[in-house]
């Protein structure tokens, strides 16, 4: 096991590397530079930047992304509504396709008439046909969102059942 000291923050790696902490954000989520990312948390080995440095070490960004891909995804084309819970953007619903679905998120596509920022609580009503009909109403927040003549949506699954959760699991296996 690695030594406490040889364990590294963001601030501390962006001091050395003399860049922004956002940089080093999208270095680490792009596979640039081996990270290891604990709740909000990004932690670096002093070994990984310092070889990194020496132009010895390249994590590769398929590693990085099949790393943080801890649940299967599936494509799919499923009709929902999202619901905003924040009043002071206007709240309102969006009619949209859930494009890609796990247990944990969903990849979100509607017309861009809702405000929608990161962080923001929604709510997303879809049915989910196979194995079984069920009518979902899961709470969620939104992580990412991209407007390019519709609105591209991240939404990360929040307190989710047990039930809903497998029958989520069911869904994607």
Avoid at 130 to 141: L, S, T
């Amino acid at each position: 096991m690695e030594k406490r000291e040889n364990i590294l923050t963001v601030q501390e790696v962006s001091a050395l590397l003399k860049i922004s902490a956002s940089s080093l954000y999208d270095l680490a989520r792009q596979g640039k530079i081996r990270a290891v990312k604990f709740g909000r948390h990004w932690r670096f080995l002093a070994k990984d930047i310092e070889a990194h440095l020496q132009g010895k070490e390249e994590a590769s960004p398929d590693k990085a992304l099949s790393e943080r891909r801890k649940f299967p995804r599936l494509q799919t084309e499923i009709t929902a509504s999202l619901e905003s819970d924040l009043v002071r953007l206007g709240g309102g619903t969006s009619r949209g396709m859930i494009q890609d679905i796990s247990e944990n998120g969903v990849h979100f596509v509607c017309e861009p008439d809702m405000e929608l920022e990161a962080g923001q609580p929604v709510t997303l009503c879809f049915d989910l046909q196979e194995p079984d009909a069920v009518q979902m109403k899961i709470k969620g927040r939104v992580v990412r969102t991209v407007q390019n003549g519709h609105r591209s949506v991240g939404i990360k699954l929040r307190h989710l059942s047990e039930v809903d959760q497998e029958v989520i699991r069911r869904y994607v296996d």
